[in-house]
């Protein structure tokens, strides 16, 4: 009981720590800071690329898929009663077997993972299983957050939207919203709550009483 207590503990502390870096991040950047540079490291980058961040983050992607799958067609001789259950049940197991098949095709979040994620000026560069798979900025249509969550969505021009999570995810949402959508990023809907929490906290330290609304 102690060790899941002592676990429990830890990963709270962690998401506390990734949502305050959050804060700091968008506070610094809503006061004209820009993001900080990394070191060179041995990645191959394109021209004028500069790396950001680079840590793990939960990964997924959503589409469908084609599904095969194996209907039964048995021969069936006898009684007209034993044929016709024989077909009926061969009927309710190709249905059955259909059904499952549609219900895996479907469009879903799929490829979850925990990859390394690697925030540059111009893309995220993802490890997902060895292959190093790039989501350029340009090509970002949408951002949606739920930040309480620890989550955030991005759907493109082309390909899959990739969604990612995990205690580094708010401070890559503000980050991310700033390298796509420049100062006004800061009033997307998407990061208000981590605005929210950076106002509350300022009030508190400037001991302003926010007057009751009507």
Not at 63 to 91: K, N, P
Not at 110 to 135: E, H, K, P
């Amino acid at each position: 009981m102690s060790r899941r207590n002592d676990s429990a503990a830890a990963l709270e502390a962690v998401l506390r720590d990734g949502w305050s870096s959050a804060c700091r991040l968008y506070e610094h950047l809503a006061r004209g800071g820009q993001l900080a540079a990394l070191p060179p490291s041995g990645l191959r980058l394109g021209q004028n690329e500069t790396i950001f961040s680079d840590t793990v983050l939960g990964y997924a992607r959503f589409y469908g898929t084609t599904v095969q799958y194996r209907e039964s067609s048995h021969f069936w001789f006898g009684s007209t009663g034993f044929v016709l259950a024989g077909m009926a049940g061969d009927a309710i197991s190709n249905a059955s077997a259909r059904s499952r098949a549609q219900a895996m095709a479907a469009a879903q979040w799929r490829d979850q993972a925990q990859v390394r994620m690697i925030l540059t000026n111009q893309r995220l560069l993802g490890d997902y299983r060895g292959n190093l798979l790039s989501f350029w900025h340009n090509g970002v249509q949408e951002l949606t957050a739920d930040l309480t969550q620890w989550s955030f969505i991005l759907r493109y021009q082309e390909g899959s939207p990739l969604m990612l999570h995990g205690p580094a995810a708010p401070w890559y949402a503000v980050a991310i919203a700033w390298l796509i959508f420049g100062p006004q990023a800061m009033h997307l809907p998407a990061l208000a709550p981590i605005g929210a929490a950076v106002a509350q906290r300022s009030r508190a330290i400037t001991g302003e009483i926010v007057p009751d609304q009507p």
